[in-house]
């Protein structure tokens, strides 16, 4: 039996209880304040970010790690496994995975290491990440584990809701009428990921903490239609009274055998902002 170890980069948001257990390799994307380059969850937060940003009306800038990071990220976690599988934010939102298999050519290791493209973001990737890990742990090889990865990505439901659109306005993702006119109506769209890319789904109205309440009971059909094992609750810094309201929401399902909390990450912090908040599982 060949060991698999697992690696990923900082987008996956996974707390530092669940890298622990499962022995996950992670490799920071950059975040760029200006003429300042910081690597992610290694020396800036996401509160840094916000604070830079309102101090300045900017956006922060995110980039992928550089081709000789890439290599030594792979060649550390070649030594905790014989095969690697390595998940990457999506391809249509990042340079990451473009780099990896770069990497992966230039060592000369494409039968022993695996970059798989998400086709997802957050803990839309972490959800694949442990699934891999589980069946690493049945004693699957890396070639099994990736069809069986790319098998379910079709039914990760990834989705969040944004407090404020300003970060998205500072983004060049929504204009500034439209940022304008959502703030000043108190509207919080729905986005999710599909096809590995974020659409604009449903527009709620009102105080974030009656929106993310409308928003979980919309997903409850989903909810009671998800595999049992995990549902993710996913923000990028949000009030506690908020997250609790949410988590008791899920618990009144009595349907999850885990209900896993996480804060969001500089990158994906950088591109929504405060107050973001998701619920993200895996379709039955």
């Not at 391809?91 to 022993?112: P, Q, R, Y």
């Not at 004693?139 to 584990?145: R, S």
């Not at 990028?236 to 618990?251: M, P, R, V, W």
Request: net charge negative; hydrophobic share 40%; glycine share 8%.
């Amino acid at each position: 039996m060949r060991k698999v170890a697992i690696m990923t980069d900082s987008t996956s948001d996974l707390s530092k209880e669940l890298i622990e257990r499962y022995d996950i390799t992670v490799f920071p994307l950059h975040i760029h304040l200006g003429e300042k380059e910081y690597a992610d969850g290694v020396n800036i937060t996401p509160d840094e970010i916000y604070a830079w940003s309102e101090k300045t009306k900017e956006t922060p800038k995110t980039s992928a790690l550089s081709l000789y990071d890439a290599k030594e990220y792979i060649k550390m976690t070649l030594e905790k496994g014989e095969e690697v599988i390595c998940f990457c934010l999506s391809e249509s939102m990042s340079s990451c995975c473009s780099v990896m298999f770069m990497a992966v050519a230039e060592l000369g290791v494409e039968d022993k290491v695996f970059v798989i493209d998400s086709q997802n973001l957050s803990t839309g990737i972490g959800l694949q990440i442990l699934e891999a890990a589980r069946l690493a742990q049945q004693g699957l090889g890396g070639t099994e584990i990736v069809e069986q990865i790319k098998g379910m990505q079709s039914k990760v439901r990834s989705s969040f809701v944004v407090d404020s659109l300003t970060f998205l306005h500072r983004g060049g993702r929504c204009s500034s009428v439209a940022a304008l006119a959502g703030n000043t109506l108190k509207l919080h769209p729905c986005i999710s990921v599909q096809g590995g890319k974020m659409q604009a789904g449903k527009k709620y109205r009102g105080k974030m903490d009656k929106v993310i309440i409308s928003y979980v009971e919309d997903l409850k059909p989903e909810l009671l239609n998800a595999k049992k094992t995990e549902v993710f609750l996913t923000h990028s810094g949000c009030e506690e009274n908020i997250i609790l309201t949410i988590k008791e929401k899920l618990e009144e399902l009595q349907y999850f055998e885990n209900i896993y909390i996480t804060r969001a990450g500089g990158v994906i912090a950088s591109h929504c902002g405060p107050g973001t908040l998701g619920v993200l599982f895996v379709e039955e």
